[in-house]
């Protein structure tokens, strides 16, 4: 059945649905990007992390406003092709070295780019504990995991309009808990980001409208903490990107 003749039949709700299926689909076949930074596919199907958050989420969020940052951060930097090698952590611990003209842009679309980069790669997995040498840090920085987890939470919720909550890792795998407004990441200050939540509304409000507090508990659900070792594991080794 073609969309036109769905629509005739059905009406209403169903050419909603139409209506919304299309543009998905015409940019899901958008020509590549004309700048440096990319969207990179999620390395998981959008209902991954159902556990938490709803696939209709995951794509909007995703697609849409990741996808918006990454678009915006190319233009940004359209006409500064000396910063085109520059990858993005350095970008970012190097802001005043981005013209002022379009320094704001790069702050908000890079550190979008890089806060949701972040994000995405340590879902998809079951929640659980850590373990190994990660384990021992949090035990040493925190005293155990629930702690870590509580207070984690306790700042997530607490971070007034939009914004996010992180675990920033030093060398030498010292764990601490901070915030930042809007999408501002602490590698702006120099520092490394171990796990990081998204506590913007578009994160969550499909399913948990005001609820903030029900989404960050349920979000250690679906994190991923394999791939969060490796994380804190390059972060030692120096070799830890956004
Ligand atoms: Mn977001």
């Known amino acids: 059945m073609t969309a036109l003749s769905r629509r005739a039949l059905f009406g209403g709700a169903a050419a909603l649905a139409t209506v919304w299926a299309a543009p998905r689909a015409a940019l899901a076949q958008a020509a590549p990007p004309t700048g440096p930074h990319r969207l990179a596919d999620l390395p998981y199907a959008f209902d991954a992390n159902e556990a938490a958050i709803d696939a209709r989420t995951m794509e ?15 233009n940004a930097l359209r006409e500064h092709t000396a ?13 005043g ?34 373990g190994g040498d990660l384990a021992a840090a949090i035990a040493r920085d925190f005293g155990d995991f629930s702690t870590l987890r509580t207070r984690f939470n306790q700042a997530a919720n607490g971070v007034f309009g939009s ?11 010292r ?4 915030t930042r407004p809007n999408q501002d990441n602490p590698l702006m200050d120099g520092q490394r980001v171990l796990i990081g ?5 578009h994160a969550y409000y499909l399913r948990y409208q005001n609820r903030r507090a ?9 994190l991923d903490w394999n791939r969060i070792g490796e994380r804190f594991a390059a972060a030692r080794a120096g070799t830890l990107g956004v």
């Not at 996808?67 to 190319?74: I, K, R, T, W």
């Open 60 to 74: 909007l969020h995703w697609r849409f406003h990741h996808g918006a940052q990454v678009n915006n951060l190319n």
């Open 83 to 95: 910063l085109h090698d520059m990858p993005l952590d350095r970008l970012l611990m190097n802001l």
């Open 97 to 130: 070295q981005v013209p002022e003209g379009v320094r704001t842009a790069v702050r908000n679309n890079g550190g979008g780019h890089a806060n949701h980069t972040m994000f995405w790669a340590i879902m998809g997995g079951r929640g659980g504990e850590p």
């Open 163 to 173: 914004g996010w909550a992180f675990v920033t890792v030093t060398g030498e795998g």
């Open 175 to 178: 764990l601490a808990i901070a």
């Open 197 to 201: 939540n998204d506590v913007w509304e």
């Open 214 to 222: 029900e989404y960050t508990a349920a979000w250690w659900n679906v």
